[in-house]
Structures are given as structure tokens and as C-alpha cells.
């Protein structure tokens, strides 16, 4: 396969603006609109945003290792795009609830699920993983784009009950070529529903650039269907932080949905399956590692004058414990039982299922005791 370029036309160079607060140095740059949003964003704060990016590039890159021993049957990687999830997920309020793709382990973790617990079902041990009632985060969806349509029906579901939540979906931008996307952002604001849709744009939808899929800015898109929306550079974390509290703000007013695109980069692969040097060259990946949202922010507090040392130490620690306590969880999780797979698939008894339930383990039976069908 030809490696293929992202860079069919300047998507910076109409549409919306893409706020920036931190350049790549990490230098701070004044905004109007934005820096009302950070006022209690203090030294201590950057020091938890950033032991957060840390820990959540830990975890990824050891479940990709833990792919890659066997331990995992696959992983999608999140590397370059945790200042888009922790960013975010850090401005949202704990009834808000939660709508992820399969690449958001950061804001699951942030949310509260175990580590292990979401590994879990990457390693076929559960299919869900977590409680969503428990978290207010529902379990990650696989069909591109879903979780847009579960988003904007709870929301009208917050609307009918007069409730103050809001209903949050990520997805990346190839999501937003599914007819799933689209139909939630007409519903959503046909309903004036309480929803925010928050689009990860890493460039690549697996070998996709882009470029290709859309002409325009995708946050250009939110204005057809009448959403506000915003743009914003994904690696820059206050800036993120910043704007998902902009949008949820004028979500929570009543003023009607909303539509984020955090533009961001894929560093690794599209899952572990597959080999993004097919059709991506060196000099692009090269380019958007100038841009580390990790890198930036301890810039930035080394700029402030900070204790830079200290905090990397203390997201070191973090990261390294989370590491082996993840490491110890899968390694010791049990199989499910056959039964497991007939668990939960309905809330009253089902006689269909039970049937199916029976012929199952005398079919397992049947390996036990030698006989055939």
C-alpha cells in the first residue's frame, strides 16, 4: 500500500480558529475568550494534569506491550492524545454522563474504572469491563461512531426530565463519516438536547488520512446541523481544559449541543494489528512529535519557575505502580466460565437463551466424555 499524505489541503487555513494557550515551547499566550476558563488553574493543578498524562501513557504503552506478549488479543493506543482526554474529562462534572470510543482509556481511567478492569476486556475476560451506573461512563464501543446516537438520546432523555447533566460522546474524525454521527447531530439539535460531541481528529482513520475524508475543517461541519462548536490544538491540555468547559458551559445554560475537534495525532498504531508505516511517512510522525502534550506541559513549568523534578518524580511513581499493579491484575485474572456468555444478555429469563444455554455445555460435555454428535 502507497504511503499516502495527509496533506491534501490546509485545514488551517479557513473555518474556525484552532485555540492554542501553550505554544510547543510551552510558553503561555493570553486569551480573551479562554483564560476566564482557568482562573483556578493554578501550579498544583498543571502538576496533576501532567502526572495524569503520564500515567495514562504508561498504562497504554504497557498494554501494548502486554499485546505483544500475548497477554491482550488486541489494544488501540492512545500515544500523543492525552492531553485531548485528560483535558477534557477533567472539565466535565461527575453526573455528566460519558458516551467513549475504544480509545479513550484515559478518560475511563479518569473517570474511575480500574485499569485492569478495562484491560479486562481487551483481554476477552469480560465484555463490558465496568458498572456505567457506577462511573457515569458507559463501556467502550466498538461500531465506529455508535456511542454518537446513545449520547444524543440520553441527553433528550436529561431534556424530557428536566435534569442538569450532560451527555458527552467521543469518536475520532473517521467517525464523522458514519451515518451514526450525522444522525445524532440532527437529533441532538432538532431536540436542543444537553449533548457535547467531542471529536478527536488524530489524522488517521487506520489508513485514511484526513485530509481525504473531509475538505474542510470538521468542526465546520457542526454548523450545518446548529451546533456551536469549537477548535482546539488536541496536544495543548489547558487549552482543552479550557474549551470543554466553554462548551459545557453554553451546553448547560440550555443554549443548545455542542461539537469540540481537538486536532491531535495518532502517534502509534491504529490498533496492534496493525502497521501504520505503510502508509505513513517518518517526516510527518517526526513533525507531530515537536508537538508532545507531555513534553509541552513540563516546559511550561519549567518556564513558572516549578519544582519540574518533583512533579516528574511523582508522575513516575504513579505511573510505575499503576504499571505493576496492572501487570499483577491480568496476569492472575481468571478465564470466564462457559457459562458466563449467556449472563446478562437479558433481564428476565428467557427460554430461548436457556435452551441455547442447555445445548451449549452438553456440546462441551461431549469433548469430557469422548462422544459425538
Known sequence: MPIVSTQRMDLNAVGLPTHQLLTVNGEREPHEELDPYLRDIDEAALGDFLRDMMVLRRMDTEATALQRQGELGLWAPLLGQEAAQIGSVRATQSE???????????VAWARGVKAEDLLSVWRGVNPSGWDPNEVNIACQQIVIGSQALHAAGYAMGIKFDGGNQVALSYFG????????VNEALVFAASYQAPALFFCQNNHWAISEPVGLQSRTQLADRAAGFGLAAWRVDGNDVLAVHAVTRAALEH???GAGPAFIEAVTYRMGPHTTADDPTRYRDEAELEHWRTKDPIQRLTKHLQLLGADVKSYVQRGEQAADELAAELRRAITSMPDPQPTALFAHVYAEPHAALAQAEHEYLQYLEEFETGESL
Open 251 to 253: 451546553v448547560r445554560s
Open 173 to 180: 474524525d473517521g467517525a464523522t463519516s458514519q451515518g451514526d
Open 96 to 106: 455528566d454522563f460519558i458516551f467513549p470510543s475504544y480509545r479513550e482509556h484515559g
